[in-house]
């Protein structure tokens, strides 16, 4: 294969990945978006240590309860799908169905269906305004 | 009168024996007569070695017995000759003769028959010692007939007589100098009728026998004590010799062999008193020569004393060794002592004269280890031992003592103080229930191919594991704190280089994927109905419990969590 070839090839499959990732949705409201809210909750407003730890280490500021709040808008959980996907192995990008939580000017998202290779845990990040990755916490 | 052997002071003691017993009919047993250049048997007087954990109750080798007939009546007499018993005893050895068994004398129906309106006061039935009567009527004798020179020694017993004697009597330990032939004999028993005309002699007595003769080869009838057992140089020791019977035994003479190497001052010789005091400047083995063997105990000349034990805490229920050590080479403590931090605390221990002392913990306290059996003598070390208090967490399953010590050991395994985190491993174990007792159980299930820092599968039981119908909860472990750093290694889920920390809030303790499984997980029972089981989480900080079907509502702030460590009580879980 002549070295242009693969270049166009190349590019073809970031164009995949691209539009995969763009391809994330939210997820809508249920019991397990209710515990990842509660969650980011309490990390913002508890005044118990082990949940400002937790406040510290997602890289979270305190914020009125009224600053949290599930995204349903797919332009961002897309965009979120792609900062999550980046987070992970190359074989483990693919589009999502996120759980997005606005917190402030941070987003937690969380892909309850992440397979981390057999491990214990369950990925949540945190994520900038602008989408990057600010913290990785296995749940 | 003292008299010296290959230069070891040497004193004769047995001149109490020096008398002769003529006894009915053909026999004589002369006893023993000594003097300092007769052939009485002497103990060696080389210094024999004894190793260490010399018994402390002689050791017996049965030689062989024989069985001492009797004539039918004593119309003869009713004696048996001096006879071979056919056993031999080895030069150089020390043996002990038992005399078992009875002679039982009846009236002669011949003579009665013969002699109408006789009477007959022996009859009975006799011990070896006999009647009493006469010359030693029915008396046993036993005596050595050397195999070379033919030399005679007879074996002296301390015998009863009549019919309410013991039917058994033995002799002391002796020591044989050649090898010699056991012999046995018995004296007969007077009384017979001679009409001189019709009927002849005819004896009182119709005699049967049960009595055996049992020879016996006797080592380590010599126990020798040092008190203190370790000293610093120029201290006094004491050294003891007793027989199995903790009685003094005549001591012919000391002797003292310093161990390999020590070159220290020699000591001063003790004669033949027991106890014998004398002033140690090396380590050394210290032998008593005895007319019933040699013994030996060892004495340790030491800088330095300290006890160690191999735990500075404990769990009440663990089982501490304290091991004294002189110069840190382990040693024996002659007496110990354990004093509970709690004086009103009932909590003692009894360690015998030993290198190890273990103790059952009940409280914390200090063990103390003496070289002096004697209080206020000898030098003394201690050492203080903590015992950890366990939370109570009114959890019936973690308050249960057995289940957690497997908590602990999983926690060991889960090697969580390792700071190269890759070295840490989740560990599981199962909780059984027996149904008929109601008590609980644990047992680890260990997968060392599988499980890693971050995940775990039980493998195989590493104990006997009771019935999986009995299984009522699952534990594994988070070997790590609340937002530690995972180890990479376990996180190839993430991108390269990356990495992510421990979250142990998120999901109110065990993981998401804990609540998927504890939901998912179903155990059978015996009567093959299927029950979800909970599963506990123990991490750095806490222990979670997932109860299954907890509504997802309560995960974060209703999942039963129990501290590992309260500095208010103090305790710590498990």
Redo the contacts between chains.
Sequence with gaps: MRPHSLLALALTAAATTTLRAQSSTCRAADDESARLISAAKLMVTSTDSRWIQARNAYQLSVVPDTAIALVTDDSVCAQAGSAYNSALADGLRHERSLYVVRVGDRYVVEDPSTDASGAEYRLIVTLSSAFVVLAKGAA | MPCSISGVNVVRRANRYARLVRLTGLLTLPLIAASCSGDRPVAPTTPVPTPAGRPERSVVTPLGNFQLTIPATNTDGGSLPWTSTGITIPAGSYYRIRINGSVTVSPNPAHQEAYPGGTYPDVGTYGPGGTGKGAWELRVGVRLHNTTGGGITDVPFTMQSGTSAPDSARSDIRYAGTEAVVEAGRAGISGSTNDNCCNGNIGFYTLASTQVVSVELVTDAVHVTADPSAVKAGQRVTFTARDDNGALVGVNSWSYEQDPGVTAREPAGCWWNNPCVATLYGSLTWTAHTNIGTGSAHVTVYSDFRLDADKAEAYAGDTVTFTPKLDDKPAVALRWKWVPSDTSAHDGTICAADSTCKKVMVGSGTMWAYLSSAGGQGDSAAVTVTVIRVCITNDSILDTQAVQRVLRSLWVHSNADDPTTENRR?QVAFVYRNPATGEYSAVEWPNPSFNSP???LPGSPAASAPPMSWLVAEVHT?PFH??DG?PIG???????G??????????GGP????WDQVNSMRAVDEQGNEHKIPEYVIDQDYVYKAVPDT???Q??LNTPTFPRHDSSVPCTFP
């Design positions: 989740e971050c995940k775990s988070h609340a937002f995972l376990c996180t190839g889920w993430l991108a390269v990356s990495w992510a920390f421990y979250d142990p809030v998120s999901y993981s998401g994927r804990d509504p997802r509502s995960w974060l």
